[in-house]
């Protein structure tokens, strides 16, 4: 993450009325929980990735930044086998916005697009479809890069037995390719959705001939 990823959250905080002393002390924060050894794709690259998504969003000026917000935090707890990452993220959101003097609804939102990535439903949340498309960007990547995701996950979970890692993560890419779309955003449907499936197909067809 460069200097001016940096700078884009401390002018991001102190739209949302924090001080930049508070944001760097926050950004510090964030950066030591992206940069923990045990992450490979869950880190500050795959945030850098979201980001540059979003600055193609076009939409209400103060509810983009709150889905930024989002963004930043959605990860900042990350244990592969853990099933509460997504709560444990949102509780350390909320202590951020609790600081910043944030609303209830501001913080309600928040823990809404946040828990949106758990499972990847919107629900006909609309924000919340943002936020996901956001997320999931990765799979509509150039195949390149979707390949090195692919070896990314495997890293984070290398505990895991070959075959079973195998046939777990292509059910889990089945899954999301038996969807009727994989992106619930229109928007990002149109520039994502194509792609993503083409990616997801070739990770399967890998997956079941037991290669990670």
């Known amino acids: 993450m460069d200097y001016a990823t940096k700078q884009r959250w401390v002018e991001l905080v102190e739209f949302l009325g924090g001080t930049r002393a508070f944001a760097l002390t926050w950004h510090q924060r964030l950066v030591a929980c992206y940069n923990e050894k045990h992450r490979s794709y869950h880190t500050l690259q795959h945030i850098d990735e979201c980001l540059e998504e979003l600055d193609e969003i076009e939409g209400d000026e103060e509810r983009l930044a709150l889905i930024e917000i989002a963004l930043w935090f959605h990860d900042a707890v990350y244990e592969p086998l853990a099933k509460d990452n997504e709560e444990r993220s949102f509780a350390m959101a909320k202590e951020f916005m609790l600081e910043c003097e944030a609303t209830e609804s501001v913080i309600e939102f928040v823990r809404d697009m946040i828990i949106a990535t758990k499972k990847h439903h919107a629900k006909d949340d609309m924000d919340a479809a943002i936020m996901i498309g956001l997320d999931l960007n990765i799979f509509a990547r150039e195949p390149k890069r979707y390949s090195e995701y692919e070896k990314q996950i495997r890293d984070e979970f290398s505990t895991v037995p070959l075959a079973e890692y195998c ?32 990616n997801l197909e070739t990770a399967v067809a890998r997956l079941k001939s037991g290669i990670a």
């Open 167 to 198: 046939s777990n993560r292509a059910a889990i890419l089945e899954e999301f390719l038996a969807r009727p779309v994989i992106y619930e955003s229109e928007t990002i449907r149109d520039v994502y959705e194509e792609q993503a499936r083409f």
